[in-house]
């Protein structure tokens, strides 16, 4: 039977308080105090149950990630960054794909009223009743829950604007976007705005398809365009999985990238996932992974924070626009 901490508290000839201020690094005990406590946990190998002490001050150290999907460059890279970034707080990461299943998503929340967990990092495609979320720590990303609920964005519509004006400058006449729109309100969607505005300003048709699709779909939305817009020569994508899926079905129906047709993503650029080098609006997920974690921490310790986070993106040049 392992020993207990009223065992080291016997052993050493103290109080269980007294153990306990040793095990905690509190600064009100004797240094002669200190090492008999030191000396019985050492003769005894007794180990403190960490998890039960945060339990205690209601804190289990651990934050949950909740993602659409695990096996996606962008999330992987999100999740990284904000287990480092935890890690510096003494945070664990427990990393949950929701499958895009709303009950996954309904139990965190609850477990965040259980406290079994800390807070939440919540990347959704589904709506809440923004009441559920009070009194729980949270931050989105992209999404507009509440204002109790913080989110870190990118200038989606701005970098959406200045990379389709690129492509138009580089020759682009006839223009479309592809896309997946998510089911809630979502700074996602200023991507498609900020098209159908230049769009307006050029005097150029919109060529848009933009709908909600799950995870794996991709094909049928990108062949839903092609069908229906085979004359477009630039194409901004809305999205890494999706540009890739709609560059390998142009280079299969035999278009020449980017003499015949030009094609930008927003997203980022993943070298070692992808099968080509797709000019993009890259996110910077690094900086996006730590600020989110730092108002997180600071929504657990019930701090102040602002309710949007607005990040720049940086546009990069590959090899399917024109130079």
Not at 20 to 25: A, F, L, Q, T, Y
Not at 81 to 105: M, P
Not at 205 to 218: A, F, K, M, Q, T
Not at 223 to 243: A, I, Q, R, W
């Amino acid at each position: 039977m392992a020993p207990t901490i009223k065992d080291v508290a016997k052993k050493a000839g103290v109080g269980i308080g007294t153990v306990s201020r040793v095990i905690n690094k509190q600064k009100a005990v004797g240094d002669k105090t200190r090492d008999k406590v030191l000396d019985a946990m050492k003769e005894l190998n007794y180990s403190p149950n960490k998890m039960a002490s945060q339990l205690r001050k209601n804190k289990t150290k651990i934050i949950a990630l909740l993602v659409p999907v695990i096996n996606h460059p962008f999330f992987a890279k999100l999740a990284y960054f904000i287990e480092d970034e935890a890690d510096k707080f003494g945070y664990t990461v427990l990393l949950v794909s929701s499958q895009q299943r709303v009950e996954k998503e309904v139990e965190i929340i609850s477990r965040i009223k259980r406290r079994e967990v800390d807070g939440a990092v919540f990347v959704t495609h589904f709506m809440h009743d923004e009441k559920v979320f009070k009194d729980c720590p949270i931050v989105s990303i992209d999404r507009t829950f509440s204002k109790d609920v913080p989110y870190v964005t990118s200038n989606n519509y701005d970098a959406t604007k200045k990379a389709l004006e690129y492509m138009i400058e580089k020759g682009a006449k006839k223009v479309g976007f592809i896309g997946s729109k998510p089911l809630v309100e979502s700074e996602v969607m200023d991507r498609e705005r900020a098209y159908i505005d230049l769009m307006k300003e050029k005097n150029m048709p919109v060529r848009s398809v933009n709908e909600i699709i799950l995870h794996g779909d991709e094909s049928r939305l990108v062949n839903d365009f092609m069908n229906k817009y085979p004359e477009v020569d630039g194409v901004f994508v809305s999205g890494y999985s999706l540009s890739q899926v709609f560059y390998k079905n142009a280079v299969d129906s035999g278009r020449k990238i980017p003499d015949d047709m030009q094609i930008i993503s927003y997203d980022g650029e993943f070298t070692q996932w992808s099968v080509n080098q797709i000019t993009c609006v890259e996110q910077p997920i690094e900086e996006m992974a730590r600020k989110i974690v730092d108002l997180l921490i600071k929504k657990i310790r019930g701090e102040t924070t602002q309710t949007r986070t607005v990040l720049e993106t940086r546009f990069v040049l590959g090899s399917t626009t024109k130079k």
